[in-house]
């Protein structure tokens, strides 16, 4: 499958700082979504890119995708306590898309 | 705004009950989908389905079928739950089209005891 793979499994950071996640992945792609979940929570769509594009931004959100390199990063800038969530990237073909295994992070007050 | 809504937040069944797992959605969605969450694992699917009565199997759909008979709602059956089927269960939709966002329901944790 072409599962996405999320680096590091884990982050730790201090409100206000950035934090970047990275996500490869192994095979051509025509798009690479990501995703969060809060504790207990269902998964919430956060940013599309497609294969054509090379950065996108919402908000505090910015997705890079390297599509040469076959991975995609994430950064969450200003970083606020309520960005405590996984992370995850997806990957896939036309109706359904395969999950990483995501990225844990803690924003500490 | 999508609304995914799963019968239940937390369930308990005992080893070899049939176990039903419902899934509604509000948005006309052509595509539905069941995933199971197991820490360390991540999300992977277990059915999908692109229209009513339609269903592809996902990555393991062992010891699962799905019921697809009206647009708004998908079921997950557990022919005869087993204890290796405790985990969460989330269900999504998507519309039509290439790689559509997923819209999430809050999930189901089921322990099979």
């Known amino acids: 499958s072409q599962q996405g793979e999320e680096d590091p499994q884990a982050l730790s950071i201090q409100e206000g700082e950035n934090a970047t996640m990275n996500c490869s992945y192994k095979t051509s792609i025509n798009n690479l979504q990501w995703y969060r979940q809060n504790s207990g929570r269902g998964l919430v769509h956060l940013i599309l890119i497609r294969s054509n594009e090379r950065e996108k931004h919402s908000g505090r959100l910015r997705v890079t995708l390297d599509t040469s390199k076959k991975s995609s990063s994430l950064l969450i800038t200003a970083s606020r306590a309520a960005d405590t969530a996984s992370y995850f990237c997806a990957t896939g073909g036309y109706q359904k898309v395969t999950f990483g295994i995501g990225t844990k992070l803690q924003v500490i007050p | 705004d999508v609304k995914v809504t799963q019968s239940s937040r937390y369930l308990v069944k005992r080893t070899g009950e049939k176990v039903f797992l419902e899934c509604v959605q509000d948005?006309?969605?052509?595509?539905m989908f069941w995933y199971r969450q197991d820490p360390g694992l991540g999300l992977r699917l277990i059915y999908f389905?692109?229209?009513?009565?339609?269903?592809e199997k996902g990555d393991i759909p062992e010891g699962y079928s799905v019921s697809r008979e009206k647009k708004e709602r998908f079921s997950l059956i557990l022919e005869s739950a087993s204890t290796n089927q405790t985990s969460m269960y989330l269900c999504?939709?998507?519309?039509?089209?290439?790689?559509?966002?997923?819209?999430f329901g809050d999930g189901t944790r089921l322990s099979i005891l």
């Open positions: 948005m006309d969605h052509e595509n």
């Open positions: 389905s692109y229209d009513v009565k339609m269903k």
């Open positions: 999504a939709s998507s519309s039509d089209g290439l790689n559509q966002p997923q819209h």
